[in-house]
């Protein structure tokens, strides 16, 4: 049985920082994309970013480019986001996804893509 398991949400100021983990287990994720979405209340799901291990590629949304940095050890399995200088905006519950199978740079972003999720950890930056 497959398991994403995040950590490391939490209360942060603007302009702070946060770092999240997500851990996979029950198969491994070496030659395929782990990302990371988030959901504010009341609004969809949107892509943040992603790594594609197949080609060692990283991904951004817009929105986080110069302020967040994924990372991952494909030995332990692990992705992790660095979110720094964060904003208001980026009060979301955060998601690990990860992928089952090889995808080209097209759907990195697609959040239907990803096979595997966490369940998600709160992430709240106050004013």
């Known amino acids: 049985q497959v398991q994403l398991v995040e950590s490391g949400g939490g209360l942060a100021q603007a302009g702070g920082s946060l770092r999240l983990s997500c851990a996979a287990s029950?198969?491994?994720?070496?030659?395929?994309?782990m990302g990371w979405f988030r959901q504010a209340p009341g609004k969809e799901r949107e892509f943040v970013a992603a790594?594609?291990?197949?080609?060692?590629?990283?991904y951004y949304a817009d929105s986080v480019k110069g302020r967040f940095t994924i990372s991952g050890d494909t030995a332990k399995n692990m992705v992790n986001l660095q979110m720094n200088s964060l904003k208001p905006e980026d009060t979301a519950v955060y998601y690990c996804?990860?992928?089952?199978?090889?995808?080209?740079?097209?759907?990195?972003?697609?959040?239907?893509?990803?096979?595997?999720w966490g369940q998600g950890t709160q992430v709240t930056v106050s004013s």
């Open positions: 996804a990860a992928s089952g199978r090889i995808f080209t740079e097209a759907f990195v972003t697609r959040n239907v893509e990803y096979d595997y």
């Open positions: 029950g198969r491994t994720f070496s030659r395929n994309a």
């Open positions: 790594i594609d291990w197949n080609v060692v590629r990283t």
